[in-house]
């Protein structure tokens, strides 16, 4: 007498799509990735840990990510400007070695905007190719802000100040072409 033969059970595996695992293998490598922005600095001033969020925030951004690896730029640190400074909103020292952007009012108490905090980073990320405030600087700045506008910067959940931050949407004079003719343009005045 023979048993008879049973076909052995088989169990499928669980499938993971390709593009799932694709995107699962870029985030590992994106992590692996070095920053492009080495070091952070914040001022020793009352809710220093607010400004170290805000400066965080940009160096996480992913807008600001893909513009620095599509134009290949590093900074070597991104600190935070004394609100005392009353001329200037922020500064790129050395094409990059060191950039500063205001982040509170004067009044130490209230925080600028992210919309104006991300323009000034835009604007001193402009500042990593172009000394001068010219046509071909200006013409850098409307395209990176154009390239913030596609890229959507934090696509999904807006935030606000206070304890989550607002989306960046530029300036329409940062991103219109009709601004591209530097001949016929006061650029002083587009700023």
């Given at each position: ?9 088989v ?7 390709a ?12 992590a ?5 922005i ?18 965080q925030?940009?160096?996480d ?10 134009h290949?730029w ?8 004394t ?17 500063a ?14 919309p104006?905090?991300?323009e ?20 850098l ?20 100040l206070?304890g ?7 300036n329409?004079l940062h ?7 530097p ?9």
């Amino acid at each position: 007498v023979t048993a008879p033969v049973t076909k052995p059970t088989v169990v499928p595996l669980p499938t993971v799509s390709a593009a799932a695992e694709s995107a699962k293998q870029r985030k590992r490598e994106a992590a692996l990735k070095p920053s492009r922005i080495k070091r952070l600095e914040v001022l020793e001033l009352p809710e220093k840990e607010f400004a170290m969020t805000l400066l965080q925030k940009i160096h996480d951004d992913r807008g600001i990510k893909a513009i620095l690896e599509k134009h290949n730029w590093h900074i070597g640190l991104l600190k935070e400007l004394t609100p005392l400074e009353q001329k200037i909103a922020g500064y790129n020292r050395n094409r990059g070695m060191e950039i500063a952007v205001k982040l509170r009012h004067l009044d130490y108490q209230s925080w600028r905007s992210w919309p104006d905090i991300m323009e000034t980073m835009l604007h001193e990320l402009a500042h990593c190719d172009h000394d001068e405030h010219d046509a071909k600087f200006f013409k850098l700045n409307r395209e990176l802000n154009k390239e913030v506008k596609a890229l959507n910067w934090q696509k999904g959940a807006s935030q606000k100040l206070g304890g989550d931050l607002d989306a960046y949407n530029p300036n329409p004079l940062h991103v219109e072409d009709s601004l591209a003719d530097p001949e016929t343009v006061d650029w002083r005045a587009a700023t």
